[in-house]
């Protein structure tokens, strides 16, 4: 059965830092591009970064580069997401996100977590 279980989200000060963990249990997981998407209060869910199956690779969306760092651990099934200098804006459910395909676009592939919420106070 395939599952992602997303951890590590609270309530921060802006200015701090978290981390969020994703737990994945998708058969052989270097196999997977890993994902973090959000989704704000009222809006859609957005792309925040990526990460290739080795994790030479990543990218990120505009708004957090620089700021946010992704990361895996293939031999604990684990993709990361190191926050710092969060921001309000980046109040969200955060969302792991893993697909078998080299790009993001056949959205019937992508495996969801449940998300996790940051919060993330003036």
């Known amino acids: 059965q395939v599952q992602l279980v997303e951890s590590g989200g609270g309530l921060v000060q802006a200015g701090g830092s978290l981390r969020l963990s994703c737990l994945a249990s998708?058969?052989?997981?270097?196999?997977?591009?890993m994902g973090w998407f959000r989704r704000a209060p009222g809006k859609e869910r957005e792309f925040v970064a990526t990460i290739n199956r080795s994790g030479g690779i990543t990218y990120y969306t505009n708004s957090v580069s620089g700021r946010f760092n992704i990361s895996r651990d293939n031999a604990k099934n684990t993709v990361y997401l190191q926050m710092f200098s969060l921001k309000p804006e980046d109040t969200a459910v955060y969302y792991c996100?893993?697909?078998?395909?080299?790009?993001?676009?056949?959205?019937?592939?992508?495996?969801w977590g449940q998300g996790t919420q940051v919060t993330v106070s003036s």
């Open positions: 998708v058969g052989t997981f270097s196999d997977y591009r």
């Open positions: 996100a893993a697909t078998p395909r080299a790009v993001w676009n056949y959205t019937a592939s992508i495996i």
